[in-house]
């Protein structure tokens, strides 16, 4: 059975990575569709409730599971929904909260599909709020904000945003993959491109329109609900369903339009020296210069064994970044490729752009993310030969690598680090951990993928403290590492749960709350 409403634009968007999440990060499995029996009351009645254009799907639909496509397709982090709401207006959002609030369903929403949290997978039988049909888009004027802003609408990707604002001689802080939601990434801090001279995709941030898990809406901003604010900016997955935000923009100056990017591929040989030198230029790394590492195989080169690809972005002219990484071109890569490209096109020579191929549906993966000071040689010698050792040993998690985010950390750190619920100002580097297979049903892969993401953030972290970007969180971090150590920060995001969600209901994705019990909020001892 389905119920469904036309809708203007009937294309699928497609999904992603690397870097979500979150609170846009559901969807089902590929896996064979599960026997969905539970009873979904009153549904003739929620279709009187919701817009003309608003859409409801329900598993039996042959649309359900494409509908709700994830990058990750394993039990291990997917939910399991029975009803599906498309919203294209705020109050169908609104409505469809009453509705599983009045019928006991859990609830969560979703526009990129990315995250891979395994709270998500304790959603079962409940409903999913799809926000893809909520794209709105707009330029205005603000004299607070002395220029422009954009309203950019929940269920925004990405790429939409980027390619929306560039066309208007705009740009805005944003991830470096193409395919996954604009708000998942905000809600948890998010890194972007740009940050090295404007700060996180959360400090864009000028206010929201969150509804809440009551039905209710409200704006969040420094003038209105400034703690609510303060906690979407870091925290927001746990907090409410953001339908509308409003960011600000910057003017793309005509000499800073074009990117140069330098691709260098090393064997494991070079490591050491490769990462010395790496922590020297990371020490005056200019604001708008981003590195990007990826230890994977390149089938081309060596279709056993991980390769080192190093990447270089540079905001000017080639020449100028020649300049910046001859020391690089002087240890001898195995190949080099180099062009240039615009803010848009960044995410292709990453390979992550909205139709790459990386970007689509990937089976089981599990990425966790950690924060590093420096590049610790010895740890990521260690690191590299684990990786090394499970490739060898296990070939269907030929899919797997290490991603090492080298973002410019100028303009994320003149915010003070108290003004939000981001924790992880101080840290320069972040390391994405991604195991995984394409082998559908496979359970002892994924136990063995799971054995191995363990084991790899082990040796990524080493004797440092552990601090996790949220985005990447998997699920058995504790909520200092993902939070902050200061007890105050825990201590607030809590007291702010008891007042915007006393009932816990966003709770499947990196919950601050691990645990609830008939409508009893978990106590703030927990960790």
Request: with cysteine.
């Amino acid at each position: 059975m389905a119920i469904r409403f036309p809708v203007p634009n009937q294309g699928l968007l497609l999904s992603l990575l690397i870097w979500s999440l979150t609170y846009t990060t559901l969807a089902t499995l590929s896996t064979p569709q599960h026997d969905d029996t539970l009873h979904i009351p009153d549904i003739h009645y929620l279709t009187t409730l919701l817009s003309p254009s608003a859409q409801l799907l329900l598993p039996t639909d042959p649309n359900f599971n494409t509908t709700l496509d994830r990058w990750s397709t394993s039990p291990l982090n997917a939910p399991r929904p029975s009803l599906l709401i498309l919203p294209t207006t705020e109050s169908d959002i609104s409505h469809a909260i009453r509705y599983a609030n009045s019928h006991d369903l859990p609830f969560l929403a979703t526009s990129g599909g990315h995250g891979m949290n395994e709270y998500l997978s304790d959603l079962q039988s409940g409903v999913v709020i799809h926000l893809r049909n909520m794209t709105k888009f707009e330029l205005a004027s603000s004299v607070d904000q002395g220029g422009t802003v954009a309203v950019l609408g929940g269920g925004l990707l990405s790429h939409q945003v980027v390619e929306g604002l560039w066309r208007e001689g705009k740009q805005t802080v944003m991830g470096m993959c193409g395919c996954v939601s604009y708000s998942g990434p905000a809600l948890g801090g998010g890194h972007g491109t740009l940050q090295g001279r404007y700060g996180l995709i959360a400090d864009q941030m000028v206010s929201a329109r969150v509804v809440l898990g009551n039905g209710r809406v409200v704006v969040a901003s420094e003038e209105e609900n400034k703690d609510l604010f303060w906690a979407l900016r870091g925290a927001g997955h746990n907090f409410g369903v953001v339908s509308e935000f409003t960011v600000r923009v910057h003017d793309v100056e005509e000499n800073r339009r074009n990117w140069a990017w330098e691709r260098f591929v090393f064997g494991r040989e070079r490591l050491e020296e490769l990462y010395t030198l790496a922590n020297e230029m990371m020490e005056d790394q200019p604001e708008l210069v981003n590195v990007f590492s990826s230890w994977r195989i390149l089938e081309e080169l060596d279709p056993t064994q991980p390769m080192i690809v190093f990447i270089v972005f540079y905001n000017g002219p080639m020449e100028a970044s020649r300049e910046y990484t001859h020391p690089i071109h002087d240890i001898g890569p195995v190949d080099y490729r180099s062009g240039i490209t615009e803010l848009p096109g960044i995410d292709e020579v990453l390979d992550i752009g909205a139709n790459e191929p990386q970007c689509q549906s990937q089976g089981t993966v599990l990425m966790r993310g950690v924060y590093v000071d420096r590049y610790e040689i010895d740890a990521l010698r260690h690191l590299f030969d684990l990786l090394s050792d499970m490739l060898a040993t296990e070939p269907a998690l030929a899919n797997s690598r290490c991603v090492l985010e080298g973002y410019s950390v100028q303009g994320v750190q003149a915010v003070p680090s108290d003004s939000t619920a981001f924790a992880h100002r101080d840290k320069k580097l972040l390391f994405a951990l991604i195991v995984g297979h394409r082998v559908v049903g496979n359970s002892t892969l994924d136990r063995d993928a799971e054995r191995w993401s363990k084991t790899l953030e082990t040796a990524a972290v080493g004797s440092a403290e552990r601090r996790v970007y949220v985005n990447y969180a998997l699920g058995d971090e504790s909520l200092q590492a993902i939070y902050g150590y200061e007890p105050w920060r825990l201590q607030r995001l809590r007291a702010l749960k008891r007042k915007y969600d006393p009932n816990n209901r966003f709770k499947f994705f990196a919950p601050i709350l691990r645990g609830v019990i008939d409508g009893i909020m978990a106590t703030e001892t927990q960790t």
